[in-house]
């Protein structure tokens, strides 16, 4: 039996990831070529996102959309927003695109909005006809329909979530140092912190275990290394998680 797609509503995903250094955006390319003349006529991008199916809870289609593109199925995801202006798939590439998609150019299709948190190195990117890629946060650039709009809800979702949810360890690798970790909340929220400030913060957190290891291969003296326990958090989560700065 064939699977229904919805016309009318779709998920798209901020896929966040961190490579060490920044924040980043799982973006895919979008490219349409003249039927004639084979002229390139769009050239620009589009975060990651699909049409639901009929028969398919809205989590799901999230959870469908980010397999396809990192192999991964165990992925933090989170819904932040809908969409749903009736001019948001109006710009006149939008239209032609969906001209020659087959869809209805004047149909009013919403969009359920997730944010998605990995660390990168973790990720093996998935070709599905479509090139995607990482792009600093910072240097993206004009997106398709409204994804512009999507990009900046979902980082000012993200930015106001770790400070009461220790979300951010999702985009760490397993094992990672208080430098590393204290990179990622400014590369979030586009600040630097004061480190002795920061330090204090994090040694409260008793789901922050230090291991008997340091880092290797590092040019610099090697410093110590940590996990998060979400055992240890889940059993103390009673209390408040405060990050704020």
Request: net charge negative.
């Amino acid at each position: 039996m064939t699977r229904q797609i919805s016309q009318y509503l779709s998920v798209d995903c901020v896929l966040f990831g961190y490579n060490g250094l920044e924040l980043e955006v799982l973006i895919v390319d979008r490219t349409l070529n003249d039927t004639d003349s084979g002229e390139l006529i769009i050239n620009d991008c589009t975060l990651t996102g699909n049409h639901v199916y009929e028969d398919e809870p809205i989590e799901d289609a999230a959870n469908r959309v980010l397999f396809d593109l990192t192999g991964l199925d165990n992925v933090f995801l989170e819904q932040f927003k809908t969409f749903a202006h009736p001019n948001r798939l109006k710009k006149p590439n939008d239209q032609l695109w969906l001209k020659s998609t087959g869809r209805d150019p004047e149909a009013r299709i919403i969009t359920v909005g997730f944010y998605s948190l990995v660390a990168t190195d973790k990720v093996k990117l998935q070709w599905k006809g479509r090139n995607v890629r990482w792009v600093p946060v910072s240097e993206v650039g004009e997106l398709a329909f409204d994804h512009n709009l999507i990009l900046e809800e979902a980082l000012r979702t993200l930015q106001t979530r770790i400070k009461y949810e220790p979300i951010t360890f999702e985009l760490l690798p397993d094992k990672f140092t208080l430098t590393q970790l204290q990179n990622v909340y400014e590369a979030i929220w586009g600040i630097e912190l004061d480190k002795r400030n920061f330090r204090k913060k994090v040694a409260r957190m008793k789901y922050l275990i230090q291991l008997d290891e340091k880092q290797t291969g590092v040019a610099h003296k090697p410093a110590r290394l940590y996990v998060f326990s979400r055992d240890v958090y889940d059993k103390t989560k009673k209390e408040l998680f405060d990050f704020t700065i």
